[in-house]
């Protein structure tokens, strides 16, 4: 493929008219070609100037953007640059007495015509050394060329092989490297100068991440470098999870035929994708944008992939629309430096080649003065002072660009391959003289082919195309800095060795975004899930497209988009933001806690409660009411009662191993105690009224006092238990950082689940006993007879033990524990108000009743 045909149009009349006339008469005065004699030559094809027969269908394109095509595509002096770069290394070369001694390199520079009918053109010229193409004619050998240098286009390239391999000429080109012309079956004549873009695709992925750009419009040119670089660039973005939301392919053939069309891409129905990425030639822009309905489209952020042309920067400042289009924009492009070569642009005037037409037209061109007294139009004479270094529109020449660079390495390429042959031919003794004439162009392939060495550069050049080289990208911004001009600014550098040693760096404070975004523009499908925010990716829908749900109990995001939330450590827990897990407190039921102090304060109460009666009970033991209810019996379950009260202490403060086992064990031992007490004072009252009927068995029991034996006994099972308990897994302290949010509780774990149950269902068999004794004899004579109290305080002690199973089980942490004390102060509480209250009653406030007489009384009345 070739440029546009837009630009030939020398010839066409109607358009003529439309140009500057003092530049028309001097394109009736071109040339095909520029020759520099030297001993060795080399073709070289460098598309500079283009004739043109114009179709039918650009009539009516040039009537609507005469202008911007004419002045891109008349002359194409930007890519002079490549002219001029040939120039240099040649001058160099023949200054360098140790490269080519004794030796001097020329040129033979053809026009290389972009039109598919005219590709030919000027390799017929180099073939038959006129300018008239004469097929199988050499009518001048003395130019015949050792080697080519071709092509900015792979199609151009690749279409000269034909020819060049009938001879064996080696063509190196300078164009961009394609995996095409890599194949040595059928162009084994044929080096790349350029190597493969290893990096591009991955520099560009960096720049969209660093922006967070996820959601990209991708145009490409459907060509197969286009395809090359769209498929090594997906398979990056998908790794990325960038998204792309459409693709649009130029096709190969709308250059030629000069039809696109652009009903296959309508960006107003993309709003949502604010960057655009365009991997194209120049000419693939410049087509893409005379399309009047992308200059209608909101401004957007484009990424220019692969501007292979130095004059991006002097084409965007030919027309306001473009500069509108394309401020605030990127440019993606390998940074050359060829040394001295800035510094042979700025000397250079126009009397520097005066053999050169075209060095002459680009004077006239670019300064409106002539070098010589000029054939075509009427220009004044350029001064003997101007050079390009007075010109301030000229960057595109003066920058280096990455096909200028290639020719500059190009030609050393071929001329350390020509010191290697000449070397190897001396040192075989073939010739004395050093006439050329020995030098053919199928003997250099050897040396070309094994060539390698650092050019001034500091850069490897060979033609190994696996070579591991260092690729630097300049990533340019476009600067508007007025309303008819604009600079591509470096902003940042990409540089890339390999997978495992590359750097991005962006410099964003110098960047000029779009004019409609007054900061740096955002890019996606869906905004960002932020802190707090997990993505859920949607069925159907690409990667880029997904919901945000906010993180579930005890997780957290802290990262934007993260895949899913991460759950807290045990220790810790999230704060309502879910963006961050804080430290858990440590707590448990401590006597600063307001339901620790209630407690305490309870059981402490209880217990003085215990004490007076008990103070009571042994001032009055001699009492008729203390005596006929079993004092030491009594004495001894007030004294349990009181244990019972204390050990709710043990529950409260900052638990440790040997505060929880006595927790248990003092609980299961002093409840028993109190238990087996109450059991036993129901005994007593059953044999002292079996005592009165007539039998000596119930006497004997009663006179021996075998109902104190209850006591011990069950005191000592409730022991057994309690030693099997901790013999097997006893209590110990525990975290438990599940029951509140944001609290870790320090708390007595059970140990043994089983043995807390066996204690507590041997104290509930007890009590349970305990009570049908006790409901069995309520109705004895209520002189002798304290069932009825006992029977409804074990009532209270069952109802209490009973409620708590169901509450401990369905409470957690510190809670438990309270339940716990709860249960133990309500029951010891039953067990004091129901049996003791009452008599003491009758102690202090009604001591009338509290004497033999009266129990007389009751006894006669009882047996009437």
């Not at 975290?735 to 509930?764: M, P, Q, W």
């Not at 199973?805 to 942490?813: A, D, E, F, M």
């Not at 006894?859 to 009437?864: L, M, Q, R, S, V």
């Amino acid at each position: 493929m070739s440029l546009p045909l837009l630009g030939l149009i020398l010839f066409l009349q109607p358009v003529y008219t439309s140009m500057e006339i003092s530049l028309l008469p001097c394109d009736y005065y071109w040339e095909p070609s520029t020759y520099m004699e030297a001993d060795i030559i080399l073709g070289t094809f460098i598309p500079i100037h283009i004739p043109v027969h114009l179709p039918q269908d650009v009539q009516n394109l040039f009537e609507s953007e005469p202008s911007l095509l004419w002045r891109t595509f008349l002359l194409k002096w930007k890519n002079y640059q490549y002219m001029l770069s040939l120039y240099f290394a040649i001058e160099e070369i023949n200054k360098d007495s140790n490269l080519l001694p004794n030796m001097t390199l020329g040129f033979h520079i053809y026009n290389a015509f972009n039109s598919n009918k005219e590709t030919l053109e000027g390799p017929l010229m180099w073939l038959s050394g006129r300018s008239e193409h004469i097929p199988n004619y050499k009518c001048k050998t003395q130019h015949n060329a050792l080697g080519i240098i071709s092509g900015t286009k792979p199609e151009f390239s690749a279409s000269i092989a034909t020819l060049s391999e009938l001879y064996k000429v080696p063509q190196v080109t300078y164009g961009p490297f394609d995996s095409m012309l890599s194949d040595k079956d059928t162009f084994p004549s044929l080096y790349q100068m350029s190597t493969k873009d290893r990096a591009l695709a991955q520099g560009l992925i960096s720049l969209l991440l660093h922006f967070g750009w996820k959601w990209v419009g991708l145009i490409v040119s459907d060509d197969q470098r286009g395809r090359e670089f769209l498929s090594d660039l997906k398979v990056k973005m998908v790794s990325e999870d960038i998204c792309v939301a459409f693709t649009e392919k130029l096709p190969d053939n709308w250059k030629s035929s000069l039809k696109y069309d652009y009903g296959l891409l309508n960006l107003k129905q993309h709003t949502g994708v604010n960057v655009n990425l365009f991997y194209g030639d120049i000419d693939d822009l410049l087509f893409f944008c005379v399309d009047i309905h992308i200059f209608l489209t909101r401004k957007k952020v484009w990424i220019l992939a692969k501007p292979q042309s130095p004059y991006l920067e002097s084409i965007i400042n030919e027309k306001f629309v473009v500069i509108n289009l394309f401020s605030g924009s990127f440019s993606f492009s390998k940074k050359r430096t060829i040394p001295g070569f800035k510094h042979f642009l700025e000397a250079l005037t126009p009397f520097h080649y005066p053999g050169d037409v075209y060095f002459s037209k680009f004077w006239i061109d670019n300064f409106n003065c002539s070098p010589l007294a000029s054939l075509c139009g009427n220009h004044k004479p350029c001064a003997v002072n101007i050079s390009l270094k007075t010109k301030d529109k000229i960057n595109d020449v003066i920058n280096t660009s990455e096909p200028s660079y290639s020719i500059w390495s190009a030609v050393y390429a071929v001329a350390h391959a020509l010191n290697r042959m000449l070397l190897s031919k001396t040192e075989m003794g073939s010739k004395e003289d050093r006439n050329t004439d020995w030098l053919l162009p199928w003997q250099l392939h050897r040396f070309l082919r094994k060539i390698k060495f650092i050019n001034t550069a500091g850069d490897e050049i060979s033609f190994d195309e696996n070579k591991n080289i260092m690729e630097t990208y300049d990533i340019q911004n476009f600067i508007a800095y007025s309303i008819e001009n604009v600079l591509l600014l470096k902003v940042g550098e990409f540089v890339f060795k390999n997978a495992q040693d590359q750097g991005f760096f962006i410099n964003e404070v110098l960047i000029q975004w779009p004019s409609n975004f007054k900061e740096t523009p955002q890019s996606v499908c869906t905004q960002s899930c932020g802190p707090g925010f997990w993505k859920v990716l949607l069925k159907e829908r690409l990667v880029c497209c997904f919901s945000c749900a906010f993180c579930p109990d005890q997780h957290i995001s802290n990262q934007t988009d993260q895949q899913e939330c991460i759950p807290c450590p045990i220790q810790e827990y999230p704060n309502p933001e879910r963006n961050q897990c804080l430290p858990k407190k440590v707590t448990f039921l401590s006597f600063e806690d307001p339901l620790g102090i209630a407690l305490a304060w309870t059981a402490l109460c209880f217990s003085v409660s215990t004490i007076a009666v008990l103070g009571i009970f042994l001032k009055h033991r001699d009492s008729a009411i203390v005596k006929a209810n079993n004092r030491t019996l009594s004495y001894i379950l007030l004294i349990s009662i009181l244990l019972c009260f204390l050990c709710s202490f043990l529950f409260i403060g900052l638990p440790n191993t040997t505060s929880c086992i006595l927790q248990q064990i003092t609980f299961a031992l002093v409840f028993t105690l109190a238990i087996s007490t109450v059991l036993s004072k129901t005994i007593t009252v059953i044999l002292a009224f079996r005592v009165m009927k007539p039998g000596r068995t119930m006497r004997r029991l009663f006179v021996s006092g075998v109902y104190n034996a209850v006591i011990p006994v069950c005191v000592l099972i409730q022991l057994i238990l309690s030693g099997v308990w901790l013999g097997t897994s006893p209590p110990y302290t525990d975290r438990d950082a599940h029951s509140e949010y944001d609290h870790i509780i320090i708390l007595c774990n059970k140990g043994s689940v089983t043995a807390f149950y066996c204690v507590l269902a041997y104290l509930g068999t007890l009590a349970l006993g305990s009570f049908t004794v006790a409901f069995l004899v309520r109705n004895l004579p209520d002189t002798f007879n304290e069932a009825k109290f006992l029977t409804f305080s074990m009532l209270v002690f069952c109802s209490v033990w009973v409620t708590f199973i169901p509450v401990y089980l369905s409470t957690k942490g510190k809670a438990m524990v309270a339940v716990e004390v709860f249960s133990i102060l309500a029951s010891s509480a039953g067990l004091l108000g129901c049996i003791f209250f009452p008599k003491c009653y009758i102690i202090l406030l009604k001591p009338d009743k509290n004497s033999l007489r009266c129990l007389k009384n009751k006894k006669i009345a009882y047996k009437n």
